[in-house]
């Protein structure tokens, strides 16, 4: 499928002449994940393509690893080290509005934030690795993640021993990224992505008529006061310094202009970088909401899940990303270390467990239309981005057995 070259010749010209060769086939594979779209622990079809190719290939791999997980092993020409490169599988329940020939085919199910390019990327690096396996020493193990969006399939992946078996030294991963120009790259140390948590809350007054306030404990002041008052955790709980959101996404309460509503509701979600504001947003939260009803003799119930940790980068890893990134990227000033985000990612779980860097590929090309927003009915991103994930993973890989 692609025309191999000598073994001994790793060097930059030939590396990437091999890589760009994968282009057809990234894109096919691509446009395949594309139009078959899966959500979380449903990647059947996907799991099936890739075990496939493995398979042709002569790809040592395990399947059904916390339902649909894969992990591909690749041993070079003498075992040291392992590096594990993750990518993520899954799509969105998101109805594509796209009109190109590669559009899902399966009706409100769409890969809206580029996952089926990770997965095209990861498995390009696999062919490749495979039919170089002489020019590395060392161990690469690529991980098929299912249910990146939810609930999770990093966790269950790990407690199913991904990182075992033998044991990982360290992890990297991509994500494609339309808020960065094609051809860029965003990669710094520590704190890359937030923390992930959710909150419901349901406040219980007492409900009556519009006119008669004093009979009543009216839960739309209550709601009220408590939005206001969660906006002070940023404001004067968390040092300037640090970042950090809460953002009440749903208040609902009332059935008419003049009756007092009995109870109201509230979701949200919080987010935050320091590893340190574990548990206490939830705390917060807590405090509040109820110091706010029991001053007005109202009753809550708050359920607050903490989703995924903040995505924190290792800087020795860091640093070997953004060297091998300097050397890949072709634009002036294209590697970024400008890129965090509020978005989370459940790659963290990952990096909790052994030192790793994830890291953003600028996708997006406005000058193609393929500039959407992640999770937009419309995203696409610029398949020409492929063969630079691929090349950006093996120089890593060579890079990590350096040492
Ligand atoms: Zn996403
Ligand atoms: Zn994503």
Known sequence: MVSTVPNSSINLSY????????????VEWRRQFHQKPELGFQEKLTADFISQKLQEWGIEHHTGIAETGIVAIINGKSEAKVLAIRADMDALPIQELNEVPYRSQHDGVMHACGHD?????????AYYLHHHRESF???????????????GGAKPMIEAGVLQTPDVDAIIGLHLWNNMPLGTVGVRAGALMAAVELFRCQIFGKGGHGAIPHQTIDSVVVAAQIVNALQTIVARNVNPIDSAVVTVGELHAGTAKNVIADTANMSGTV??????FAGFFHQRLEQIIAGV???????????????YPPVINDPGMAELVHS???????????VVPECQTMGGE???????????????????NPEKNLAYPHHHPRFDFDETVL?????????????????
């Not at 390019?117 to 690096?125: D, Y």
Request: charge should be negative; hydrophobic fraction near 40%; aromatic fraction near 14%.
């Open 293 to 307: 009803c029991q001053s007005h003799g109202a009753n809550y119930d708050l359920e607050y899940w903490s989703l």
């Open 387 to 403: 063969p630079m994930g691929v090349e950006m993973f093996v120089r890593c890989v060579e890079k990590f057995f350096e040492y």
């Open 271 to 276: 987010r935050y970088f320091n590893p340190e």
């Open 324 to 334: 091998v990134a300097e050397k890949v990227v072709e634009t002036p000033m294209g």
């Open 346 to 364: 459940d790659m963290s779980f990952f990096l909790q467990e052994v030192p790793g860097c994830y890291f953003f590929l600028g996708s997006a």
């Open 117 to 125: 390019g990770h997965t095209a990327i990861a498995l390009g690096t």
């Open 15 to 26: 590396v990437r002449h091999d890589i760009r060769a994968l282009q057809p086939h990234l």
């Open 137 to 151: 020493t060392g161990t690469v193990k690529i991980i098929f993640q299912p249910a990146e969006e939810g609930p």
